[in-house]
């Protein structure tokens, strides 16, 4: 049998569309999963009748694999990175390629280029944007790391990004963390992108005292213009969306959002090097202040706001 062109570990959506996506685009994937049972469930259900092929073990997997090997992972970003990279490193040689393409931090991936590379082997953080349809139908890849790498994964990664004009969504970010560098970034736009949006729908909501259906409208007209973008575009779909009371949605929906850390970490660094970036900053205070306003309730009698339980320093720091 043919080795595989590369290895992908962990199969949940994510992992499995990416697997999905290389197998289309002509590279023979070995999947495998630390809980082995979802190998078997994916060949048999997902992956049938294509290329992909199963491993059991790590030792399996990577005896199955092309020289120099690459390994993706797409795990839970901290210690099962690491400890994938324990288990590997013994089973892998100096021109080996490990890839992330997991939410890590950046700062994490610098690490462990460093101390891969002290071992020969080398190491690419990757950012993988576009979610579980991008994964399966083309994603932004942004791979970073040991340089050494990037000519023996371009091909697969250029291959199954999405293409604009012709042009991948991929290329080399540089060196150690710099792939999940972006990808924090990246992600840290999207906060100041969507803060920009709360605040133009508060202006025209109470200041304008605009209907919804005149917001989607000004929405709309201006996803023709050079505000033309995914989040504009959603923005007019959900101030139409309309409940099986058949009244708007969005009205009752609580005024809240949480956060995962991206826009966080891009703000701190944004401190430490010096570079104003206020607009994010101001995104992740705004969804701050949204989920303290969530602790607070309305006493109905008087229609005074009151906290509803004082919080402790530590209880605030949350995120
Ligand atoms: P699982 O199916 O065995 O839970 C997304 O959660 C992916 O990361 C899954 O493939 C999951 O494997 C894997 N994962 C999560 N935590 C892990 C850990 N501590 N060690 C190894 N894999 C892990």
Not at 8 to 37: E, K, P, W, Y
Not at 52 to 71: C, D, I, N, Y
Not at 262 to 273: D, H, Q, R, V, Y
């Amino acid at each position: 049998m043919a080795q595989a062109d590369i290895a992908l570990i962990g199969l949940a959506v994510m992992g499995q569309n990416l697997v999905l996506n290389m197998n289309d685009h002509g590279f023979v994937v070995c999947a495998f999963n630390r809980t082995v049972s979802k190998v078997d469930s994916f060949l048999a259900n997902e992956a049938k009748g294509t290329q992909v092929v199963g491993a059991h073990s790590l030792q399996e997997m990577v005896s199955k694999l092309k020289k120099p090997r690459r390994v993706m992972m797409l795990v839970k970003a901290g210690q099962a990175v690491d400890d994938f990279i324990n288990q590997l490193i013994p089973l892998l040689e100096p021109g080996d390629i490990i890839i992330d393409g997991g939410n890590s931090e950046y700062r994490d991936s610098t690490r462990r280029c460093k101390d891969l590379k002290a071992r020969g082997i080398l190491f690419v953080g990757s950012g993988v944007s576009g979610g579980e349809d991008g994964a399966r139908y083309g994603p932004s890849l942004m791979p970073g790391g040991d340089p050494a790498a990037w000519p023996h994964i371009k091909p697969i990664f250029q291959s199954i990004a999405a293409q604009v004009e012709g042009e991948p969504c991929c290329d080399w970010v540089g060196e150690e963390g710099a792939g999940h560098f972006v990808k924090m970034v990246h992600n840290g736009i999207e906060y100041g992108d969507m803060q920009l949006i709360c605040e133009a729908y508060h202006l025209m909501k109470d200041v304008l005292c605009m209907e919804q259906d005149e917001m989607a409208k000004a929405f709309e007209d201006w996803n023709k213009t050079e505000l033309d973008s995914f989040l504009i575009e959603i923005t007019a779909d959900i101030l139409k969306f309309r409940d099986t009371d058949s009244k708007h949605l969005l009205p009752k929906i609580r005024d809240t959002a949480g956060q995962k850390g991206t826009g966080k970490w891009t703000a701190i660094s944004a401190l430490e090097f010096g570079i104003p970036v206020t607009l994010i900053g101001e995104a992740v205070f705004a969804r701050c202040l949204s989920s303290l306003k969530e602790e607070r309730i309305v006493h109905p009698s008087t229609n005074s706001c009151h906290s509803s339980r004082r919080r402790t320093p530590s209880e605030l720091r949350t995120h």
